[in-house]
């Protein structure tokens, strides 16, 4: 889970613009609003190349946003 708005509205930026993949916040009342959380879903209809793909861009962006925190 990412805590800082700022950093969590970057990945999702990264995600769509990167890699084309929509990760929409889930709002309140899901959750509340300063606990907002990036969600795609992994639906049955998927392929292995989907899958892949969002496993490449997790390790991506995540690293990308890892080292930027660090700095």
Do not use: C, Q, Y
Request: hydrophobic residues 40%; glycine residues 2%.
């Amino acid at each position: 889970m990412v805590g800082d708005p700022a950093l969590r509205e970057d990945i999702s930026d990264a995600f769509k613009n990167r890699f084309g993949i929509d990760f929409s916040p889930r709002n309140d009342p899901t959750v509340p609003a300063r606990n907002r959380t990036p969600a795609h879903d992994a639906l049955p209809l998927r392929t292995d190349h989907d899958i892949d793909h969002l496993v490449d861009a997790l390790s991506a962006v995540f690293a990308t946003a890892a080292r930027a925190e660090a700095a």
